[in-house]
Each structure stands twice: as structure tokens, then as C-alpha cells.
């Protein structure tokens, strides 16, 4: 267990090093939060029928979706990737540790960090923008609490499918496919680009069992409130059992990975 | 029992083939073709506690393939291998526990922080207790002279002082058994001196095992005492240096410098290499001539300035042993 810590904290140093890249990192999420919640701003203002979620919640809804966006697992651990390329992953296989853990515990550390160089100092900033276009504060005490549960619960599965990513190169070696495809997917399904509510009716139930939701729209949703208590245990549990199946199958595809790899050259 | 024991090793590996020329990429889009390469071909060795053992044979002889075996990183397709009575790839976490590893050609120092951070990760990856780290880290801190490198990042060390903390990252956790895979390559004199020193060092004073694959033939006759030459997947020899020279030539080397020309030398056994400047190069056999014999021989009707009495170098050995087994 000291062993995961001990690479969370490393990799906060090595983050650390890295001020330029954190600014720039802060001043896009907030650059692209502002001109969504602008186009927001000008939609609601044209707007002729009811909409599924007011101007307030969705700029909210918005601002949330910047601050984890470095969360979402838009491809595998870059490190790792390195590592399987470069032949470094045979020092991997030396480790006294669970492989797919290490490398689990290594994105988790890289979200980690992400959520505290980049969404708390975001969500300071936003904290000082006028009504309408900032945050607003969650309904009630009790959906503060389940919105916590489930960022973790989202974390923890974005962390599963990039971990897969990760492992997938073992195979391809590149990586670049699967890189290019899934962000398109991850963003729009997890209600990245436009919250999930706006989408037409008859897709809302595939929307909301698919993977995806979890990452953002399932924890927002719960901030918002808009979601009625009685799904809230059926969702929290549907997020949390997608991570464990993910897990479940990366650690699969892992273990049947490293019985045929080949460490080329030298 | 010995430590490590390896029995009738195989492993096979696929290899992708086409031609050269957009033409054959084409018909390998189709149709792939591959060949079966057996990288290692029924070995079998033993290890005991302390030994010393240089495993060397040309490129893709199955070096590598072997101490990735042996270090739990691939699964063989048959045969047996058990290190301190363990399989490497069945029991690695257990394994890996015990073992130091070191490729020359790779790095397991994290790229962009300090050495030292990468030291204190491998501390709690390997469950170190704290006083017992800290007093190994002092050791080969100071026996490597890593004192300034600790707080430098990896990306600015130079490949000598890379190569010097890698050993100490590899030792940290203080395994029984140490592989090393080409850790000389591409180091300067000075590091490889150093790099040589410290691994005696660590085999004498603490009694680890040390399985050294390597080009450098200098490596070899500086530390192993034990040789095992691989070739084709296959074991073709194995024993003491001298065994080897033996085997492959008994040859001897005297130079000697004449005071004037040098003579035309005819006795049995000798072959003469006229040199430059009144030196003459002499391969002898000393089981049909001694040395003692030769020189006086020679001393007896010419003035000499100087002789040296040298073995055959160890890489023509070695390239001849390539030679003789057609690897």
C-alpha cells in the first residue's frame, strides 16, 4: 500500500516540476469553460421552449466538466506507454508488485494530481464570477455526499478504462487507434461536450447504461440535484460495478498479456 | 541445491518477414509471413551461492533471452528453471523480491525527478525497512561516489554516471542473486573501471551472485570465474577462463626486443611474427616448449633488451571460439 503512495507522491513532484505546463493547463479549462457557458448564455436567451435543465445549472454543469476534464480517460498513461515502447516495462516485470495495479495506481495519481493543479485552482476562479456565469452551490447536504461518492466512483472508473488503453499497446504497440477513437466517444457520451439531458429522449436510457455516463454526467447530476432519490442508489451502484467490470478485464487482459510478451531487442 | 538450476530450456519467438520495396509491403498487408526463431534450444546449467559467471556468445544467442527467463519477465515454452527453488514466471512477486536486475540498454531511474526520489520509490516498492535503507543507500552511495548524483535529475546524468546509479538502484533492496545484462555498454574507461570494482566488490564482500552477460571480453577476464558460452541456443561451453584457453589454444605470446636485428627463430612449436625496430613477436605452444626453455635458447647467441610473456588476448579467443563453433 506504501509502495502506491509513495508513487502518488512522486508523481506530484514530478508534476510539480512542471509550473508552466499547469498555468497553461488552468487558462485552457478556463478558456474553453467560458466560451461554452458564453454559447449557453446566448442559447438560453433565444430560447423559446423548456428546457431540461435551467442557464444556472448547465453553466454549473459546464464549469464541473472543466474542472475533472483532465480526469476523463481520453487515452492510456502516457509513462506507461513509454515504458511498453521503449522496452523499459522489462524493469516493470522486476517490480514485487501487481503489475496492473501499479500501473492503476499510477493513473490514479495522475488524476490526483490533475483535480488539485488544475480543478481547485478552477474552481477558485470561478468561485468569483458573476451569477449565471459561476458556480452555483449544491441543493442539499445529502447530494453533496453523493456527488463525492460518485467523483471517486468516476475517477476510479475513467482510471479502469485508460488502464485498459494502457495495456491494449502491449498488443498494438502504438496505441494511436484506439487514442484517436475513444476521446470522440468519452466526450460526447460522458456529457462533456453537452450535458447528457439535451440529448433526444429516445437515446436518454442507452445514454445513461452506457460506461460513459459515469464519468461526469451520473456525479453533476447528483451535484445538481436533478436527479430523482430513488435512482440515485441504482446509479451510484450501476457506476461503481462498471469500474469493477473494467477492472476486472484489464487486470484479465494484463495477466494474458504478459504470459506472451516479447521485451524486443537486446 | 543449487541456486539457480536450469534444465533443458526452450523458447521460441516469431518473426515477422518481408522484403524491402512497397511491392512486398503490399503482398505482406495480404498475406504475413513468419518464421520461427528458436532463440533458446534445450539449455541447462547450474548456479551455486557466490559464483561469479560471465555469460557471454555473439548478438541474438539467447543472452538476453536467458536472463529475462531467469528474472521472470518471459514464460519459456518448455523446460525447467527454478531460482532459490522458486519459477521466475509462475512466482515472480515473490521472486523479483530477491533478485537485482540491471539491462545496460534500458533505464528504471524515473526520467524527470532526482535520483534519490527514485531511490526512496524503490524503498517502499520493495518494502525496505527505513534504517536498513538508509545504511545501504550510504554504502553505495559511497562506494559508486553517486554523492553529487543523488540530487541530480536522470535526464541531465551522463550515460557513466546513469549506468553507476542503476547498479545502486538494483542493489537497494539487497537481492541474493544480481543479473546484469551488457552493463558496460557504451561506458568510457574510467566507469567501466569503476563499474568492474563495484561489482567485484559487492560478490566478494556480500556473497551475491552475479550473472554478467557481456561484449566486452575485458569484463570477463577482469571478474568472472566462470564462463558459459551460448551460440544458436545452445550451451557450447562452460568452465574456467583457462579451461576455455585451453580448449580453444594452448598459445602463448613472447615479444622481444633485440638489442640488433632479430634472428630468424625455427624451433618446434614456435611460429615467428617479424615486428618493426628489432622486436620479434613469438606464439608459442608451452607444452612443447616452455618459456624458460625458449628464452634461453634464444638469450644464447643474441643480446636482448627487454621480453614480455603474454596470453593469447581474450577477444581473439573468444572470436575464435565464434570461429571454431561456426556461431
Known amino acids: ?266 | 541445491m543449487p541456486q539457480i538450476l536450469v534444465e533443458d530450456l526452450r523458447k521460441t519467438f516469431k518473426v515477422n518477414r518481408r522484403q524491402s520495396g512497397f511491392f512486398n509491403s503490399l503482398k505482406a498487408f495480404a498475406h504475413r509471413q513468419t518464421t520461427t526463431v528458436n532463440a533458446l534450444n534445450g539449455i541447462s546449467f547450474n548456479l551455486e551461492e557466490g559464483e561469479l559467471v560471465g555469460y557471454i556468445g555473439p548478438n541474438g544467442a539467447g543472452k538476453s533471452t536467458t536472463i529475462k527467463i531467469m528474472s521472470g519477465i518471459l514464460t519459456p515454452d518448455s523446460g525447467k528453471c527454478e531460482v532459490m527453488g522458486r519459477i521466475p514466471w509462475r512466482q515472480r512477486i515473490e521472486h523479483v523480491r530477491r533478485i537485482g536486475v540491471v539491462f545496460g540498454q534500458r533505464t528504471q531511474l524515473w526520467w524527470d525527478v532526482p535520483v534519490g526520489d527514485s531511490f526512496d520509490l524503490l524503498k517502499d516498492i520493495y518494502k525496505i525497512p527505513f534504517q536498513q535503507y538508509q545504511k545501504t543507500k550510504n554504502e553505495l552511495v559511497e562506494s559508486l561516489g553517486l554523492q553529487k548524483l543523488v540530487e541530480t535529475p536522470v535526464r541531465q546524468l551522463s550515460l557513466g554516471q546513469k549506468m553507476r546509479c542503476e547498479l545502486a538502484a538494483s542493489l537497494l533492496h539487497q537481492p541474493q542473486i544480481l543479473f546484469l545484462d551488457e552493463p558496460t555498454i557504451g561506458l568510457d574507461a574510467v566507469s567501466k573501471l569503476a563499474v568492474r570494482d563495484f561489482i567485484k566488490k559487492i560478490n566478494r564482500e556480500r556473497g551475491v551472485t552475479v550473472i554478467l552477460t557481456t561484449h566486452d571480453m575485458d569484463d570477463i577476464e577482469a571478474l568472472c570465474s566462470r564462463i558459459m558460452l551460448i551460440g544458436k541456443g545452445k550451451i557450447l561451453l562452460d568452465g574456467t577462463i583457462e579451461q576455455i584457453r585451453n580448449r580453444i589454444s594452448p598459445e602463448r605470446i613472447m615479444t622481444i626486443d633485440f638489442v640488433r636485428t632479430p634472428p630468424s627463430i625455427a624451433f618446434p612449436g614456435v611460429n615467428s611474427v617479424r615486428g618493426e625496430d628489432g622486436r620479434l613477436e613469438l606464439h608459442f605452444n608451452p607444452s612443447v616448449i616452455s618459456a624458460t626453455d625458449l628464452i634461453n635458447r634464444i638469450t644464447a647467441n643474441n643480446e636482448i633488451k627487454d621480453f614480455i610473456i603474454e596470453n593469447l588476448p581474450i577477444e581473439e579467443t573468444i572470436a575464435r571460439m565464434y570461429d571454431e563453433f561456426k556461431i
Open chain 1, 1 to 266: 500500500m506504501k509502495a502506491y503512495f509513495s508513487i502518488l507522491k512522486l508523481r506530484f513532484a514530478v508534476q510539480l516540476q512542471y509550473r508552466a505546463a499547469a498555468a497553461a493547463g488552468l487558462f485552457t479549462q478556463f478558456f474553453f469553460g467560458f466560451v461554452r457557458v458564453m454559447v449557453f448564455h446566448a442559447f438560453y436567451l433565444f430560447n423559446t421552449t423548456i428546457q431540461p435543465m435551467s442557464l444556472e445549472q448547465t453553466v454549473t454543469y459546464t464549469w464541473l466538466g472543466q474542472m475533472v476534464f483532465r480526469t476523463l480517460p481520453l487515452g492510456g498513461d502516457s509513462e506507461v506507454l513509454g515504458l511498453i515502447r521503449s522496452g523499459n516495462f522489462a524493469y516493470e516485470l522486476c517490480r514485487p508488485l501487481n503489475l496492473y495495479f501499479f500501473w492503476y495506481c499510477r493513473l490514479i495519481s495522475k488524476v490526483a494530481v490533475s483535480l488539485i493543479l488544475n480543478g481547485l485552482p478552477l474552481l477558485f476562479i470561478v468561485c468569483f464570477l458573476p451569477q449565471s456565469y459561476g458556480l452555483i452551490a449544491p441543493s442539499t447536504a445529502s447530494s453533496v455526499v453523493s456527488f463525492s461518492v460518485s467523483l471517486v466512483g468516476a475517477l476510479l472508473l475513467g482510471c479502469a478504462v485508460a488502464n485498459i488503453i494502457s495495456i491494449s499497446t502491449l498488443w498494438t504497440l502504438s496505441g494511436d487507434g484506439v487514442q484517436r477513437l475513444l476521446p470522440a466517444l468519452v466526450m460526447i457520451f460522458s456529457g462533456n461536450i453537452v450535458p447528457l439531458a439535451f440529448f433526444p429522449e429516445w437515446a436518454q436510457p442507452a445514454l445513461r447504461y452506457l460506461p460513459f455516463s459515469g464519468l461526469m454526467d451520473i456525479p453533476f447530476r447528483l451535484y445538481l440535484g436533478t436527479l430523482p432519490p430513488a435512482q440515485v442508489f441504482t446509479l451510484l451502484t450501476l457506476q461503481l460495478t462498471c469500474a469493477g467490470v473494467f477492472i476486472g478485464l484489464g487486470l484479465w487482459l494484463l495477466s494474458s498479456a504478459t504470459k506472451r510478451a516479447v521485451v524486443q531487442g537486446g
